[in-house]
């Protein structure tokens, strides 16, 4: 079976708890990649490269995939100790909602990548190593959107990682305005800061 | 009724369209639009945007294969015009200097290596005040270089960021002085969110929008049809336009569409490639090209850039707005102008660290954190006021593009002069950085720049032998053809060039009203 190697940096670096990156071998941990997670996505060796798959079928996301998400984003609040999220994952459900109910439609992306975390989850040893292995383990891999790792990577937690940063992460690190982050008008006192 | 047929459906095409349809009941207007439908403002799409990191806009931009480009890596088509409803101002930055007087007479400074416009500065400076009006410009109505005239901006200026107090000392020991910069922002919409390219508010001006304000205002007296891209204009006599022909993409049929005005709206480079198309026995070279001057005097801006760190950045300055704020115009003045001037402002796209992608590249957040502290950069961007060489010039190319226009043929080198303007210019900028006590100075200058501020294709003369269009922007020895482009700038001076081009468009509209 395919290997990724996740080491204490990269547990570091992704913000986990230094006890739990403790545990990991100075030499880092070769985790396992399942043939699944290897698998074109849905088993469909044509999933195009540049729109999320079957962008065209719309609907709702189920309560288990939802739910697989929102603690995806409360790990990675945490984590990264984000600021100002405390609703994020409460408010998840109507974003995703906005991205499946119209094309493009990520409803097929959201599906299959709530699926990876659940059996991640299930598999590694604690969810910090199971959210470090959707986060990071299929980067090197060469063509990311042949795989249903790299395609949940791609189009589903990078972007919720985006999305949370330009909503108001980016207070993390002292900035008070940010690409993407709607504030209030200009005009307005503090709505930056002024020379 | 007046038929007037509108090629192109940008900002130009907008505002002259707008000013006639408000000034000449008579008329009735056409528009053809050769890409598809844009939608401005859209959430879904801006909120894609911020999550995947791609523009919507991209999708719009020329495909690498539509034009063989001979270059030393000074123009590009790709990134720099938008192809489809509304044009390029769908994702432009809404930046809008005036050009200065002196810009309006380098044929006095350059002698026969360039021309003055057919116009002049001081007869120009009330349709500054209404284009500024028209895309609605936040600015300083107190400066007065260039004179104002009492013109009052609709929107006061933006306010200088903090991160702006790193040069404005600097600026003011150097004795260059700085200023507001001009943009064109809503001050009611802008919600300061960063993402300007594809904004969600629409508060940047934006042809697309305001386009689609003018077909409900004006409902039934004007039409706009896309995808229909123009092969060339029929003349029904040597001066007379009779209409144009029009491609189906879809059928590959062609149809003609009659008209009382032809006004030829589609950018520097489409507007020129169709003049060149439309040949006849009285214009074997194109329309308007009895000089040799169609397509020839291509010049575009290049840039000069430097970047510096802000030491001990405790305060964590970083840009705060999607916009500049901050400009200087010391460079661009006539003393300057036999070097080639440079407009040069604190450009806002690099001032701050990309926190989301540093964390999904794996960079603890107390990396970050040290990057935020000692090496945040600001930046200083120069546009080079670029001069005519020959050689650099734009034709056709064999084939057609996605679209179904002819391939695009472009010839560009960067001229042994401009290229000493722009390394003295940029040592101008690291002197500004040195004396803001910045460090780690790099130089991030390059010629490579793209098609949307290309000019002088079409360029306007008062004599027919030395031009294309007349002060009027009518296509000399015509007498119902117009241009409405950049192309007709005989020069592209220091800046934007949009402000200058919407003035000039509502000039248009006024003189074919009165006509």
Not at chain 1, 12 to 31: D, K, Q, R, T
Not at chain 2, 180 to 188: F, I
Not at chain 2, 235 to 239: I, L, Q, T, W
């Given at each position: 079976m395919p290997t990724a190697k996740i080491t204490r940096?990269?547990?570091?670096?992704?913000?986990?708890?230094?006890?739990?990156?403790?545990?990991?071998?100075?030499?880092?941990?070769?985790?396992?990649?399942?043939?699944?997670?290897?698998?074109?996505?849905?088993?469909?060796?044509?999933?195009?490269?540049n729109q999320p798959y079957r962008a065209e079928q719309t609907g709702s996301l189920d309560g288990s995939a939802v739910s697989q998400l929102q603690d995806f984003c409360r790990w990675a609040i945490a984590a990264w100790a984000l600021p100002g999220l405390d609703d994020y994952a409460a408010q998840l459900p109507a974003l995703l909602e906005l991205k499946t109910q119209q094309a493009p439609s990520y409803l097929a992306e959201y599906q299959s990548a709530a699926a990876l975390l659940m059996a991640a989850r299930a598999r590694e040893k604690s969810d910090d190593q199971a959210y470090t292995y959707a986060l990071f383990a299929?980067?090197?891999?060469?063509?990311?959107?042949?795989?249903?790792?790299?395609r949940a990577e791609r189009w589903v937690f990078n972007e919720l990682v985006r999305h949370m940063i330009k909503t108001g992460g980016f207070r993390r690190f002292g900035s008070q305005?940010?690409?993407?982050?709607?504030?209030?008008?200009?005009?307005?006192?503090?709505?930056?800061r002024r020379s | 009724m007046s038929q007037v047929l509108v090629v192109g459906s940008g900002v130009a095409a907008v505002a002259v369209s707008r000013r006639l349809l408000a000034s000449d009941p008579t008329v009735q207007i056409t528009l053809l639009e050769a890409g598809g439908d844009f939608i401005a403002a859209d959430y879904r799409q801006w909120l894609d945007m911020i999550m995947s990191g791609v523009s919507p806009t991209r999708a719009y931009n020329d495909p690498v294969k539509d034009a063989d480009i001979n270059t030393d890596g000074g123009m590009q088509l790709r990134g720099g015009r938008m192809l489809a409803k509304g044009g390029t101002t769908g994702h432009?930055?809404?930046?809008?200097?005036?050009?200065?007087?002196?810009?309006?007479?380098l044929g006095e400074v350059k002698g026969d290596r360039a021309l003055n416009w057919a116009i002049n500065y001081a007869d120009f400076i009330d349709y500054y005040t209404q284009a500024e009006i028209f895309l609605n410009v936040c600015g300083d109505s107190t400066l007065t270089n260039p004179p104002r005239n009492q013109g009052q901006y609709p929107f006061a200026a933006t306010g200088y960021s903090a991160i702006d107090g790193v040069i404005m000392p600097a600026l003011e020991r150097l004795g260059y002085g700085y200023e507001?910069?001009?943009?064109?922002?809503?001050?009611?919409?802008?919600?300061?969110?960063?993402?300007?390219?594809y904004c969600p508010f629409d508060a940047k001006y934006t042809a697309v929008s305001d386009l689609d304000r003018l077909l409900l205002e004006y409902a039934g007296r004007i039409e706009l049809r896309l995808q229909s891209p123009v092969l060339a204009i029929t003349?029904?006599?040597?001066?007379q336009a009779a209409g144009v022909e029009v491609l189906n993409p879809q059928t590959g049929a062609k149809q003609f569409i009659a008209a009382d005005k032809i006004i030829v709206a589609a950018g520097t480079i489409e507007s020129t490639k169709l003049l060149l198309a439309s040949v006849s026995e009285r214009w074997p070279n194109g329309l308007g090209n009895q000089g040799g001057h169609l397509g020839?005097?291509?010049?575009?801006?290049?840039?000069?850039?430097?970047?510096?760190?802000?030491?001990?950045?405790?305060?964590?300055?970083?840009?705060?707005?999607?916009?500049?704020?901050?400009a200087c115009r010391h460079f661009d003045s006539p003393e300057y102008q036999e070097l080639g001037k440079m407009y040069f402002l604190r450009y806002n796209q690099v001032s701050g660290i990309n926190y989301d992608k540093r964390l999904l590249d794996g960079v603890s957040p107390a990396a970050i954190d040290d990057e935020v502290l000692n090496h945040s950069r600001v930046e200083l961007r120069g546009m080079i006021e670029a001069f005519d060489e020959p050689g650099n010039e734009v034709g056709l190319a064999p084939g057609t593009t996605a679209l179904g226009l002819p391939r695009t043929k472009i010839q560009h080198r960067e001229p042994e002069a401009t290229l000493r303007a722009r390394k003295q210019h940029h040592q101008h900028l690291v002197g500004v950085l040195k004396e803001a006590g910045l460090k780690n100075i790099e130089d991030r200058s390059f010629w490579g720049n793209r098609v949307d501020h290309a000019t002088s294709t079409c360029r306007m003369s008062v004599d027919a032998a030395d031009g294309v269009v007349d002060g009027n922007l009518r296509v000399h020895d015509t007498d119902n053809l117009y241009?409405?482009?950049?192309?007709?700038?005989?020069?592209?001076?220091?800046?934007?060039?949009?402000?200058?081009?919407?003035?000039?468009?509502?000039?248009l509209g006024n003189h074919l009203a009165s006509a």
């Open positions: 940096r990269l547990l570091i670096s992704a913000g986990v708890a230094a006890g739990v990156a403790a545990l990991i071998p100075l030499s880092g941990l070769l985790v396992s990649l399942p043939e699944e997670d290897l698998a074109p996505i849905a088993g469909d060796k044509n999933a195009p490269a299929g980067r090197d891999l060469k063509n990311s959107n042949a795989t249903r790792l790299g305005n940010y690409d993407g982050f709607i504030n209030v008008a200009f005009t307005e006192a503090g709505a930056f | 432009w930055g809404g930046w809008c200097p005036r050009l200065k007087p002196e810009d309006f007479a507001a910069m001009p943009v064109s922002r809503h001050p009611e919409k802008c919600r300061t969110t960063g993402t300007c390219v003349m029904a006599s040597p001066k020839k005097h291509l010049v575009t801006h290049p840039f000069a850039i430097a970047t510096g760190e802000i030491p001990n950045n405790q305060q964590r300055l970083a840009d705060e707005l999607g916009f500049p704020t901050l241009l409405c482009s950049n192309a007709v700038f005989p020069n592209c001076g220091a800046v934007n060039p949009t402000l200058t081009l919407v003035g000039l468009a509502l000039r």
